[in-house]
T-cell receptor
Framework: GESVGLHLPTLSVQEGDNSIINCAYS??????FIWYKQESGKGPQFIID?????DKRQGQRVTVLLNKTVKHLSLQIAATQPGDSAVYFC??????????FGKGTTLSVSS | DTEVTQTPKHLVMGMTNKKSLKCEQH?????MYWYKQKAKKPPELMFV???????INESVPSRFSPECPNSSLLNLHLHALQPEDSALYLC?????????????FGPGTRLTVT
């Protein structure tokens, strides 16, 4: 079946380090991908998105990379801060209907 | 205004109760969604409304009944729930349906079924 998954359930980094969160997906027909951040007790918050006609997109302190050949998506966070501590989900669209979410990676930032 | 609001924030209900969750957005979005999220799991799609019509029902049990009274409002009516239905219920909206637009999420309703 179709799935969106993350390689690591948890990631611990020091404040100021760069973080890389990975996501593997199986549906090669997907053409839209999103990263969400979810803090405890809150709904998912949009971070950045990318369409399949691109392989890289940058935002403020974040970069998303898309490798369609190996069906891999990654989120890079520069100079990670304690406020970045949260669960990060990747999501892809499915058959033009809705988004499927990956399993999530919990990012812990220590100062 | 990029806010999706949900009420109530918390809800405790017995298995014989009837209650409703409410969601509202004023971004002019024409697609609205209900998701269910269990602890430490990703959100799972339940329903999609497009132009106020139900377009996707992910085989959700009939004890969950969605309603879209107008383009800004989305309700989820609950009846005869089971304890395993306890979860965070998230509402989201996007400009259009189809999975190719950013979805904006509300803060969720934490539901406990006793």
């Amino acid at each position: 079946g179709e799935s969106v998954g993350l390689h690591l359930p948890t990631l611990s980094v020091q404040e100021g380090d760069n973080s890389i969160i990975n996501c593997a997906y199986s549906n090669s027909a997907s053409d839209y991908f999103i990263w969400y951040k979810q803090e405890s007790g809150k709904g998912p918050q949009f971070i950045i998105d990318i369409r399949s006609n691109m392989d890289k997109r940058q935002g403020q302190r974040v970069t998303v990379l898309l490798n369609k050949t190996v069906k891999h998506l990654s989120l890079q966070i520069a100079a990670t801060q304690p406020g970045d501590s949260a669960v990060y989900f990747c999501a892809q669209n499915q058959a033009g209907t809705a988004l499927i979410f990956g399993k999530g990676t919990t990012l812990s930032v220590s100062s | 205004d990029t806010e999706v609001t949900q009420t109530p924030k918390h809800l405790v209900m017995g298995m014989t109760n009837k209650k409703s969750l409410k969601c509202e957005q004023h971004m002019g979005h024409r697609a609205m969604y209900w998701y269910k999220q269990k602890a430490k799991k990703p959100p799972e799609l339940m329903f999609v409304y497009s132009y106020e019509k139900l377009s996707i029902n992910e085989s959700v049990p009939s004890r969950f009944s969605p309603e879209c009274p107008n383009s800004s409002l989305l309700n989820l009516h609950l009846h005869a729930l089971q304890p395993e239905d306890s979860a965070l219920y998230l509402c989201a909206s996007s400009p259009l349906a189809g999975g190719t637009y950013e979805q904006y999420f509300g803060p969720g309703t934490r539901l406990t079924v006793t």
